[in-house]
């Protein structure tokens, strides 16, 4: 008898044990970069045709507000850097700098789809191409470039600004 309380004493300890406290995290959203990946499209010849770009960023939330199932809300912004003369300047469309990606800012979904409120983390992956608004004049043209980015949560308040890592352009399509 006394063998079975101290098993059942030690299993309880040992439960009690595995529970986790919950996390504590400020009511403004914190991302961190996580990794850039880059991948190349090839055709039905084994041609490359474009480079894609996905963005990995590790979140957290203490209210849990994050994200949105309307279409015309805007929560992940990115600009777009681009590798010039040794520095880098930041792509503005009608910049000289020929590359353009589309969806630059969207939206990412609910993460707490039930509504409930308290602390959530986790990963955001997003994927961007590039595209060129004129054609180079060097056929062979690559560009190094990187994303500065920042999320809003529901309640409007902003994360920080991170920045990737540089990623080298080399196959890209022509959309004028």
């Known amino acids: 008898m006394k063998q079975i309380r101290q098993i059942f004493l030690f299993l309880l300890i040992l439960v009690l044990s595995d529970c986790k406290q919950r996390p504590t995290f400020p009511a403004s959203p914190e991302i961190a970069f996580v990794s850039v990946k880059k991948l190349t499209v090839y055709d039905t010849d084994n041609k490359p045709t474009k480079d894609s770009v996905t963005v990995s960023i590790s979140f957290k939330d203490g209210d849990g507000d ?49 509504g409930r409120q308290g602390p959530v983390e986790g990963t955001l992956e997003r994927g961007f191409s590039t595209y060129l608004i004129f054609k180079p004049f060097n056929d062979s043209a690559a560009y190094t470039l990187k994303w500065k980015i920042y999320i809003k949560d529901n309640n409007g308040h902003s994360s920080n600004v991170i920045e990737t890592t540089p990623v080298r352009i080399v196959n890209y399509l022509y959309n004028p």
């Not at 020929?98 to 707490?112: C, D, S, W």
Request: net charge negative; hydrophobic share 30%; charged share 20%.
């Open 66 to 114: 994050l994200g949105t199932s309307d279409a015309d809300v805007i929560n992940y912004y990115t600009d777009v850097y681009a590798l010039q003369n040794g520095e880098y300047k930041q792509v503005i469309e009608k910049d000289t700098i020929p590359i353009v990606y589309h969806t630059k800012n969207g939206r990412f979904p609910a993460l707490n789809p039930d």
